[in-house]
């Protein structure tokens, strides 16, 4: 079983997902909510990953959106730099 990130393990009686019972008082709780039609396998191991993280369904599919954001914001930064970027960056401020 492979070993997960310290930063992913959560204690079981707590919520992994910041925003579930912080200072908002009930972000995902109380917010208006809306279906995502999805597969049943895809269904089972969001249920799954869930119960491993100890958050629900509807946290960690918001977990793995922010996850995505931050792959491809982190792609983008890897990016070699354009032309234009590079003037910029030489731009003389004075």
């Known amino acids: 079983m ?21 200072t908002s008082g009930c972000m995902l709780i109380c917010m208006q909510s809306t279906s995502v039609r999805i597969d049943r396998a895809t269904h089972e191991e969001l249920k799954r990953l869930a119960a491993e993280l100890g ?20 792609r983008e930064l890897a990016a070699p730099l354009t032309r234009e970027d590079v003037d910029w960056l030489d731009a003389d401020l004075g």
Do not use: W
């Open 2 to 22: 492979p070993v997960r990130p310290a930063s992913l393990v959560a204690p079981r009686r707590e919520r992994a997902y910041p925003y579930s019972a912080g």
């Open 55 to 74: 958050t629900t369904v509807g946290e960690t599919v918001a977990i793995a959106v922010r996850g995505l954001r931050q792959d491809r914001m982190g």
